[in-house]
C-alpha cells in the first residue's frame, strides 16, 4: 500500500491556486500530502489520474487532478480500497452532474469562492460574519448544493488538516456552528407531518455527528419527519427502539466502506422490524450490489436523490 502523509508542510494548505493553472507533480505533493511516487502509482495502476504532459514529458495537473486526489484520500480514510475507488468517484460525480432540479446552476469555482470566504470568518473565528455567509450561500442555493457542494467539502478539508497549529480549533469551530443549526432545522420539521417518524441512526463508530445530522436534513421534509437517534445506538437494540416508537422506516448511516459482515447483519435486523429498513450514506453506494437480492434498500449518498428514493420507498413505488 503507498505511503500516505497527513498535510502539514503548507503555511496556508487551504489556499488553492488559480482553477485554470497547471501545477508539476510536487506542487501537487504539497497542496495534498500524497507524496509523488503515490501519485504515479495512482496514475499508473488504477488510472485514477490523467495528467497533461509537456513536450519533454513532464506531468502537469489541473485543480480538477488536485481535488481528485482529496477525494480519493477521503475513500482510502473511510476503507475502501484504492482499486475501487475509480468506480466510486466515477458513479458519485454522475450523480451530481444530472440536471440540476432547480433553475440556476453554479460553477464549482462559485463554490470555492464560497469557501474562500468561510476559510477566512473560520480563522478568525468570526460567528458573526460566519453566520452572515451562511444565510447568504443558503439564499443563494438548495439545500442539497450548500451542504453536498459547499460546506461539507469544506468541513472535510479541515477535518484532513488538523495538524497544523490552530487548525484543530477552526475544526472544532466551524463544526460545531453547524451542528447548532441543522438541529435548529431540524427542530423546526419535527410535528411538521401527521405521520410517524423516520428514525435515522449512525452505524456504530462510522461516521461523525455532523454528517449524520446533514443527512437527516437532506431526507427530511415538510411531510417527512426524521428523528435522529443519538450517536453510539446499539445496533442490536434497534428493533426495540422500533418496537417503541413505530417508525414509517429505519435508516442506517455511515460514510465508511462495508464490514464483510455487514449484509448478513442487516437482513437478520430486517427481519426483525414492522418497518422497511433502508441505508444511506457512502456504505450505501459500495454495498448495494451485495444487497441487491435482501429486503434492505439502499437510498445511496446523495443528497439530491436521497429524499426522494426515501419518498418512494415509504409509498411502496421502489422495490428493494
Not at 477535518?159 to 451542528?179: I, N, P, T
Not at 435482501?294 to 429524499?307: A, K
Request: hydrophobic share 40%.
Amino acid at each position: 500500500m503507498p505511503v500516505i502523509t497527513e498535510l502539514s508542510c503548507s503555511t496556508q494548505p487551504l489556499d488553492d491556486p488559480s482553477q485554470d493553472d497547471l501545477f508539476p507533480i510536487r506542487e501537487v505533493s504539497r497542496l495534498t500530502g500524497i507524496n509523488p511516487v503515490t501519485l504515479r502509482a495512482w496514475e499508473r495502476r488504477y488510472g485514477l489520474i490523467q495528467p497533461t504532459r509537456t513536450e519533454s514529458g513532464h506531468r502537469l495537473y489541473s485543480m480538477l487532478d488536485v481535488e481528485t486526489v482529496r477525494e480519493i484520500l477521503g475513500w482510502i480514510d473511510r476503507g475502501v480500497a484504492v482499486s475501487k475507488v475509480g468506480k466510486i468517484i466515477a458513479k458519485t460525480r454522475a450523480a451530481r452532474e444530472a440536471p440540476p432540479l432547480t433553475i440556476g446552476a453554479s460553477e464549482p469555482g462559485d463554490y470555492r469562492q464560497w469557501q474562500g470566504q468561510l476559510k477566512r470568518a473560520i480563522g478568525e473565528f468570526d460567528e458573526p460574519h460566519l453566520e452572515r455567509l451562511y444565510g447568504q450561500i443558503f439564499s443563494s442555493y438548495p439545500l442539497a448544493v450548500v451542504f453536498q457542494d459547499i460546506l461539507m467539502p469544506f468541513w472535510k478539508q479541515l477535518a484532513q488538516q488538523q495538524e497544523s497549529y490552530g487548525h484543530a480549533s477552526e475544526w472544532l469551530f466551524f463544526d460545531h456552528f453547524l451542528r447548532v443549526r441543522i438541529l435548529q432545522r431540524l427542530l423546526l420539521q419535527r410535528g411538521a407531518g401527521q405521520a410517524r417518524p423516520v428514525l435515522l441512526a449512525a452505524l456504530a463508530g462510522q461516521g461523525r455527528e455532523l454528517e449524520l445530522l446533514v443527512a437527516a436534513l437532506m431526507l427530511g421534509s415538510a411531510e417527512v419527519e426524521v428523528r435522529v437517534l443519538a450517536p453510539g445506538q446499539p445496533f442490536d437494540e434497534l428493533t426495540l427502539v422500533c418496537e417503541k416508537i413505530k417508525p414509517q422506516a429505519l435508516v442506517l448511516f455511515s460514510n465508511h466502506a462495508p464490514a464483510t459482515e455487514l449484509p448478513r447483519r442487516l437482513n437478520r435486523l430486517a427481519m426483525t422490524l414492522d418497518c422497511p429498513l433502508l441505508l444511506a450514506g457512502d456504505v450505501a453506494e459500495l454495498a448495494q450490489d451485495s444487497l441487491n437480492a435482501s429486503p434492505v434498500g439502499c437510498l445511496g449518498n446523495d443528497g439530491r436523490l436521497m429524499m426522494q428514493r426515501l419518498r418512494q420507498f415509504l409509498s411502496g413505488t421502489l422495490d428493494t
